[in-house]
Every structure is written in structure tokens, then in C-alpha cells.
Antibody, heavy 124, light 107 residues
Framework: QVQLQESGPGLVKPSETLSLTCTVS??????????WSWIRQSPGKGLEYIGY???????NYNPSLKSRLTISLDTSKNQFSLKLNSLTAADTAVYFC????????????????WGPGKMVTVSS | DIQMTQSPSSVSASVGDRVTITCRAS??????LAWYQQKSGKAPKVLIY???RLQTGVPSRFSGSGSGTDFTLTISSLQPEDFATYYC?????????FGQGTKLEIK
């Protein structure tokens, strides 16, 4: 079955850029109605939607992060990535990659597969 | 952004009890509402989507109802493995937003 796994640094300095990659195994990132997403979770803000990328390259970003965020997709490697710049302590969180699965006929729009999460600490 | 408010924030219950968790949206989300279960140190797991549709593989003791702004998640007979934190999430409009969570603890 489809599995996701996040990778990247666990510690990043303030003002620097966070780069995380999610590797998808057991499935394709080129499927219709599957959107490759990032979500983070911090004690202070709970679960926060970051954004997604579709196989066509179209993206959707949370406006609260949009000015600092880039999500990209490499279908040949079955990987998608997140870059978040100008980091502050408020960006400290567990970062999850997830598959958003959509079917209008089934009233389905949910994050149905998640990676285990990557703890990222922003500190000097 | 649509604000999602869950109640209660925590609840204590016993194995075999029936438990209901409520989620209220700050504006209507139709039936675009999902429920997730998260255990400590793990990723969330989807239980319900479309407000009332059970995700494949999820036990039938979990059920969801509601539409518009008011939703409920019910666990009909609590099992030991159900003690976890539960979140609602609206999928009506971006940015998608989650409730603050309801922690279900053993009494």
C-alpha cells in the first residue's frame, strides 16, 4: 500500500530555510484527484494546513505562509518537497506530509495517508 | 479562515461507554467535514469523511453526523485502543482548518 516518509534536518537556525522531502512508495504521485500535502503540528497552534501540490504542478498555499513557502514535485522520483524560508521559533513543529484524496461523487476530501512526521526545531 | 471549535477539550470515559464529541464551524461547511484519531507520537488517522462516511477499515463503532455548522463524532462502545485525541477538519474552503482536539482519557 501507499506509504509516505519525510526526510530533512531536525534543527535549523533562525532566518534560514527549511527543506523537507516526502518520498512516496507503493503508489504514484501522478494520479488524478490525489494532492500531495504538508501539514504541521505545534503545541501552540495545533494542526495547521501548509499547502499542496497536484501532479499538474498546480499548488495551493496557506495565506499565512504563502510569502515564505514553496512546494515542488518530482514525479520521476515520486517525491515532493517543502521549502520554508525566514524561519523563526514559531515554525518549530512536527511536519507531516500527507495525501489528500478527493472524490466529489463520494463527498470525499480528506487526508487519508500520512507520513510519520518530522520534528523540526528552529534554534540557534 | 473558518474556525473549528471542538467540545469538550477532554473527556474521561470507561471501556464500553458511548462517547460523543462535537465540532462547530464558524461558517457553513456543508458536509465537507472529516474526523481524525491521533495517538501519542503518531500521525493522525482519518476515521470519517463527508461528515458521515466511514473510512475503509475503520470499525463500525465510529460514526459521524451533521451538516452545515454542527457535527458530531460518536463512539458507540469504547475499546481500549480508542483512547486518543480526536480532531475535526473542514474541507469546504481553503485554507483547510482543524479543530483544537478532544483528548479521550480512561476514567
Amino acid at each position: 500500500q501507499v506509504q509516505l516518509q519525510e526526510s530533512g534536518p531536525g534543527l535549523v537556525k533562525p532566518s534560514e530555510t527549511l527543506s523537507l522531502t516526502c518520498t512516496v512508495s507503493g503508489g504514484s504521485t501522478s494520479n488524478y484527484y490525489q494532492y500531495w500535502s504538508w501539514i504541521r503540528q505545534s503545541p501552540g497552534k495545533g494542526l495547521e494546513y501548509i499547502g499542496y501540490i497536484y501532479y499538474t504542478g498546480s499548488t495551493n498555499y496557506n495565506p499565512s505562509l504563502k510569502s515564505r513557502l514553496t512546494i515542488s514535485l518530482d514525479t520521476s522520483k515520486n517525491q515532493f518537497s517543502l521549502k520554508l524560508n525566514s524561519l523563526t521559533a514559531a515554525d518549530t513543529a512536527v511536519y507531516f506530509c500527507a495525501r489528500r484524496s478527493v472524490s466529489v461523487s463520494e463527498d470525499r476530501d480528506c487526508f487519508d495517508i500520512w507520513g510519520p512526521g518530522k520534528m523540526v526545531t528552529v534554534s540557534s | 479562515d473558518i474556525q473549528m471549535t471542538q467540545s469538550p477539550s477532554s473527556v474521561s470515559a470507561s471501556v464500553g461507554d458511548r462517547v460523543t464529541i462535537t465540532c462547530r464551524a464558524s461558517q457553513g461547511v456543508s458536509s465537507w467535514l472529516a474526523w481524525y484519531q491521533q495517538k501519542s507520537g503518531k500521525a493522525p488517522k482519518v476515521l470519517i469523511y463527508g461528515a458521515s462516511r466511514l473510512q475503509t477499515g475503520v470499525p463500525s463503532r465510529f460514526s459521524g453526523s451533521g451538516s452545515g455548522t454542527d457535527f458530531t463524532l460518536t463512539i458507540s462502545s469504547l475499546q481500549p485502543e480508542d483512547f486518543a485525541t480526536y480532531y475535526c477538519q473542514q474541507a469546504n474552503s481553503f485554507p483547510y482548518t482543524f479543530g483544537q482536539g478532544t483528548k479521550l482519557e480512561i476514567k
